[in-house]
């Protein structure tokens, strides 16, 4: 069975512009977590979504945005790209949201100049 | 709040010697606990998880144990080989809180380990 598939795998883009990553979770998941992974530090948690309604938000800008689809794959989307963005970030997803069953993909390296 | 703190890397052993790594915890409610691995270039694979106090987590010869009179969850492994080099997250999540609303990890800041031959 295919895992928690992330695209693009790496991306380079310019302050101010906007940028769409993409999650697709391991089939049969209805919950997708999008977290932020600066380098040198630990991950942060960005959004939950489960049944394509939010369930979570962590504390981040408005420039940040998620939704999640009917076939339960999800979009990040970030505004006004500055800097401080470059990151992984790193989409992780379980059946129904339940704190044992979280699986992580790979991640997408977002590099911002 | 909650948070992990986890000891600062990097750390070098040589192959065969002892690990370990602290991991030191807040937390609101009552956590769950959990050890995950990220090689280079790589997510994050989930390495052992503890859910209750004096749990004792293990997977390809690692163990934690989850001390809650110290708020603790340390790494150790008895044996480490260079296969082992990657950076460790420490982190939790609230085990009380029902699935679908909104539970989110709080990882540490992560321990490198580069084990050398």
């Known amino acids: 069975d295919a895992g928690v598939t992330q695209s693009p795998t790496h991306l380079i883009k310019t302050r101010g512009q906007h940028v769409t990553l993409r999650c697709s979770p391991i089939s049969g998941h209805k919950s997708v977590s999008w977290y932020q992974q600066v380098l040198g530090q630990g991950p942060q948690f960005i959004f939950q979504y489960y049944e394509k309604e939010e369930r979570g938000r962590g504390n981040f800008p408005d420039r940040f945005s998620a939704r999640q689809f009917p076939n339960y794959s999800s979009e990040l989307n970030v505004n006004a790209l500055l800097l401080g963005d470059s990151a992984l970030y790193l989409c992780a997803s379980s059946q129904q949201g339940e704190i044992y069953g979280y699986t992580f993909g790979s991640g997408t390296r977002l590099t911002v100049v | 709040g909650n948070s992990v703190t986890q000891m600062e890397g990097p750390v070098t052993l040589s192959e065969e010697a002892f690990l370990t790594i602290n991991c030191t915890y807040t937390a609101t409610g009552y956590p769950s606990l959990f050890w995950y691995v990220q090689y280079p270039g790589e997510g994050l694979q989930l390495l052992l998880k503890a859910t209750k106090a004096d749990d004792k987590g293990s997977n390809k010869g690692f163990e934690a144990t989850y001390r809650k009179e110290t708020t603790s969850f340390h790494l150790e492994k008895g044996s480490v080989q260079v296969s082992d080099s990657a950076v460790y997250f420490c982190?939790?999540?609230?085990?009380?809180?029902?699935?679908?609303?909104?539970?989110?990890?709080?990882f540490g800041t992560g321990t490198s380990l580069t084990v050398i031959p």
């Open positions: 982190a939790l999540i609230l085990g009380a809180r029902k699935p679908r609303t909104g539970n989110q990890f709080y």
